[in-house]
C-alpha cells in the first residue's frame, strides 16, 4: 500500500460523515436537491421535467398546463408589432387573409404562439360579430365563434365555465383576480394605469351582431375613419364594477375606423374618427375553442 493511499485512507476516516466524498470511484453524487428544484433539469413541480412555458396559478403560483391557455385581451404591443404602425390595425383586420374574421382569427393565433410556443396550434377565434359570412351567408354572431368553454387566460385562471357564465352580467363569472381587469397575452392586467379599456366586439350585450355593418368597419375589412363606428366592450369597467361602462363585451361605439391609439381618460372620447378614440387602441379578445 502506498503511502499516498493511506494518507487519503485516514484522512477521510477523521472526518466521518465526509467520508461519501472520498469515494474511491469515479462516479459523481447527486447533490442534496433544493426544494423546489426539479433535478430533472425542467421546472418545479413538473411531472417528467418537462416544461410547461412558465404559466402558473394565479393565486397559489403552482404552475398549469399549456393547454388551460384559452383568453387573452390582445395587448398594444402586439397590436402595434403585428400591423407594423404605432397606431395598430384600425378596423381592417383582415392581416393578409381574405376576410376581417379570419385575419382576426390569425392575429389571435400569432400572439397566443409568440406568448407561449406550441398555444398557436390550438384553433383561436376573434370574439367578433360579422353581417355575412355565416350560416348560408347569414350574420356572424360573436358568441357561436368560441366555443364552449371553459376558458382560461395565460396564468391559468378561470375567465368562464360556459357561455353561461360569459353571458351572466355585464362581467363574466371569472376569478376575482381578473374579473374587473381582464388579462393580456402575457397574463397581465390590461389596465396598467392608462385608459385602455374598449375593445372592438360589433356585439350585443349577447355576443350577437350589433345589427349594422358600420357596427363592424365593413366586417372588420376598413380602416377609414367615416366607414362606421364599431360596437366595443370593457375590458376593465371604467366608471365602476357594475352598471355604466362594465359591460365587458357591449358597451358603446367607437368613435370611427381609423388606426389610433388613446391612453388618456377623455371621457366621450377626444381621439378622432378611430378604434381608440374613445380610450384604447382597437384591442380584441381572443378565445381557444378548447382549453
Known amino acids: 500500500m502506498s503511502a499516498k493511499f493511506l494518507l487519503s485512507v485516514i484522512v477521510c476516516a477523521s472526518v466521518g460523515a465526509g467520508l461519501v466524498a472520498c469515494d474511491a470511484g469515479s462516479e459523481d453524487v447527486d447533490p442534496t436537491p433544493v426544494p423546489g428544484e426539479d433535478p430533472t433539469g425542467g421546472n418545479p413541480s413538473t411531472p417528467n421535467g418537462s416544461t410547461d412555458g412558465g404559466s402558473t396559478d394565479g393565486d397559489s403560483g403552482t404552475p398549469t398546463e399549456t393547454g388551460t391557455f384559452s383568453f387573452f385581451v390582445t395587448s398594444i404591443e402586439s397590436m402595434r408589432q403585428l400591423s407594423g ?3 395598430g390595425f384600425g378596423g381592417d383586420l383582415r392581416y393578409g387573409e381574405a376576410t376581417g374574421l379570419e385575419g382576426a382569427d390569425k392575429i389571435c393565433r400569432t400572439i397566443a404562439e409568440a406568448s407561449l410556443p406550441g398555444a398557436g396550434q390550438k384553433t383561436w377565434r376573434a370574439f367578433l360579430s360579422a353581417s355575412a359570412g355565416g350560416p348560408e351567408g347569414g350574420v356572424v354572431n360573436a358568441i357561436d365563434r368560441i366555443g364552449e368553454g371553459p376558458w382560461y387566460d395565460r396564468l391559468g385562471r378561470l375567465v368562464a365555465q360556459n357561455k353561461a357564465a360569459l353571458l351572466s352580467g355585464s362581467r363574466p363569472l371569472s376569478d376575482a383576480q381578473i374579473k374587473n381587469d381582464l388579462p393580456n397575452e402575457r397574463g397581465e392586467p390590461n389596465h396598467q394605469g392608462v385608459d385602455n379599456h374598449d375593445v372592438l366586439t360589433g356585439s350585443t350585450s349577447q355576443g ?5 355593418k358600420s357596427g363592424t368597419c365593413n366586417d372588420w375589412t376598413s380602416a377609414v375613419g367615416s366607414t362606421g363606428k364599431p360596437m366595443c366592450g370593457h375590458s376593465w369597467p371604467r366608471s365602476g ?11 358603446h361605439q367607437v368613435p370611427g375606423c381609423a388606426p389610433g391609439v388613446t391612453l388618456t381618460n377623455t371621457g366621450g372620447g377626444g381621439g378622432g374618427s378611430t378604434v381608440g378614440g374613445s380610450g384604447g387602441y382597437g384591442a380584441i379578445y381572443c378565445f381557444a375553442l378548447t382549453p
Open 241 to 251: 364594477s357594475t352598471g355604466s361602462g362594465s359591460n365587458w363585451m357591449s358597451d
Open 85 to 87: 404602425s404605432t397606431n
Open 208 to 212: 350577437k351582431f350589433s345589427g349594422s
